[in-house]
């Protein structure tokens, strides 16, 4: 019998978000007075307040120090990227910029022609200056950038005149147009920054603007009147964070509130049999996984390459997608997915399947390795709480008998889940907003520019930081693809990472409105969505 029919006394709660993030102080900020009726499901000037509920507290608004799924929806509508992925070709469309970048012939110098007639929030020009101070905040060290390596290639920069910005590089960069398109180089204003706290009092080009905040509960945004582009339909969205997902349907189903991003298969025979409600689904560019640590781990054994394979063979990802899932993912037999730039169908040849009497094998042949005590960091979020508990079981019934979970609010995992010596497996989710092998691989499992969540041996770290970096440096695809490739096979045949699913967007709306999506990065535009006629 497999394990997943063994539990079905498990409920289906999966949320599929990229992070889900618990909030911050209970502060309230304002940078304009509220426009009247921002109270959820009242009426404003402008016509009925947009109301979207979160399941994940945002953790600040300043879109270089923030990489959270919340803070991104609240940061997407509020400040704008040099590009934007187009949801449908998957190209580079230009925002800010007017055109793509111009190369080099040796790939070292890139000319990007910027977006003339554009303000800040605040009054500020937009133009090269605010670019280049913008990449000047993210390479510095001291400042705390979220995505560092989003300007790891950028030797120096020059503003020639207001509209034209030249990046002067260290190496051919293969996905620098990628990282110009990332929510996570958002440009920002220069007084802003250096006047306020854009983690509380946000101010971007964006056809939004911040309105206030209750941290850790609810944001305001209002229309921007002086936006450059088409004006959006809707005029005013309150944001709100609610813990419980049953809570948030049920004000979906009162119409208190309009759009949920996220939505768990086991609420969705609830919204289904609304009239009044819409369940969609759209495609995404997500990976859910197991990490685990061979080095600065909870417990050395973890160091045992063999014991680390035992593990990934005790992770039953075909019976979570399965039951758990019911059918809305599709279970991952590599670290790069379907959707990523460096994935061809050999990339799931390195996979560890499933194989619970192959585990023990493994267990028995080293005495005492059953009773090993494992360190299982989980955050406390539905989705991953479900996942922790199903994989503590999973690995139950493939011998290990001292699996012990340690379940941390979303805010605390994010910090201890890259403090030494603390955990030896967890589980981790990563919307790959830019589509882009490299840019899945680094900030993941990079030893340097990583988030350092998988540690690797000293020997293993050296040879898949070489993978990555060799993987990024040049524009060869083949190239490329090589290295993405045996960085990937590395990661899974030595039992760093067992890749458990990939991901699909699951979300609602009410049908007064229409055009309501999220692109495969995660992300969605309140500006491109409409009034249904």
Request: charged share 20%.
């Amino acid at each position: 019998m497999k394990l997943w029919e063994k539990l079905l006394t498990l409920s289906v709660t999966c949320v599929l978000s990229v992070s889900l993030l618990a909030g911050c102080s209970g502060t309230t900020t304002s940078s304009t007075t509220a426009p009247a009726g921002t109270e959820s499901g009242n009426e404003t000037a402008g016509g009925e307040m947009f109301n979207i509920a979160l399941t994940a507290a945002f953790t600040g608004f300043d879109p270089l120090r923030t990489n959270d799924s919340a803070s991104t929806y609240v940061n997407a509508q509020i400040y704008e990227t040099l590009y934007r992925i187009n949801p449908e070709t998957g190209e580079y469309d230009p925002l800010l910029a007017t055109e793509l970048p111009e190369y080099s012939e040796d790939g070292l110098t890139v000319t990007v022609k910027l977006r003339e007639g554009v303000t800040f929030h605040d009054g500020t020009p937009f133009n090269s200056e605010a670019v280049k101070y913008t990449f000047d905040l993210i390479k510095d060290p001291d400042f705390g950038s979220a995505r560092a390596s989003i300007a790891s290639s950028i030797d120096t920069m020059e503003c020639p005149d207001d509209y034209t910005i030249v990046f002067h590089l260290l190496y051919e960069d293969g996905v620098f147009t990628a990282k110009l398109a990332h929510t996570n180089s958002a440009i920002v204003s220069p007084t802003a920054q250096q006047n306020q706290d854009l983690m509380v009092d946000p101010c971007g080009t964006g056809p939004y603007k911040f309105v206030s905040s209750v941290s850790g509960s609810n944001v305001v945004l209002t229309r921007n009147d002086e936006y450059w582009g088409e004006a959006p339909a809707i005029k005013d969205v309150t944001m709100t964070y609610i813990a419980d997902e049953s809570t948030a349907v049920s004000r979906m189903e009162t119409g208190e509130a309009d759009f949920m991003p996220n939505i768990s298969v086991e609420q969705l025979s609830r919204v289904e049999s609304n009239a009044s409600l819409t369940a969609a689904t759209s495609e995404a560019a997500a990976l859910y996984y197991v990490g685990m640590r061979a080095s600065s781990s909870a417990n050395p054994i973890m160091a045992e390459e063999d014991f680390r394979i035992a593990i990934a063979k005790g992770i039953d990802k075909e019976g979570y997608v399965e039951y758990m899932m019911q059918g809305y993912a599709e279970t991952a037999y590599s670290v790069l997915g379907p959707k990523i730039f460096g994935y061809t169908p050999e990339a799931e040849e390195a996979n560890i399947a499933y194989d619970p009497e192959g585990a023990k094998a493994i267990l028995d042949a080293h005495p005492g390795w059953a009773d090993e005590k494992l360190v299982f960091l989980v955050p406390s979020t539905p989705g991953y709480a479900k996942m922790g508990e199903y994989f503590q079981a999973s690995l139950k019934d493939a011998g290990f008998n001292n699996v012990q979970i340690e379940t941390l609010d979303w805010t605390a995992w994010l910090t201890e889940s890259q403090v030494d010596n603390r955990f030896d497996i967890t589980v981790y989710g990563w919307s790959n907003v830019t589509r882009d092998g490299s840019e899945l691989m680094e900030p993941n499992f990079h030893s340097v520019n990583g988030q350092k969540r998988m540690r690797a041996t000293e020997e293993d770290a050296a040879k898949l930081d070489a993978y990555i970096d060799a993987s990024k440096t040049t524009s060869d695809t083949a190239v490329r693809t090589e290295n993405l490739q045996a960085c990937n096979n590395m990661l899974m045949e030595e039992g760093y990472v067992q890749p458990v699913y990939n991901s699909v967007n699951i979300f609602c709306y009410n049908n007064k409105y229409t055009n309501i999506t999220r692109d495969p990065g995660g992300a969605f535009y309140v500006m491109d969505f409409e009034y249904a006629s």
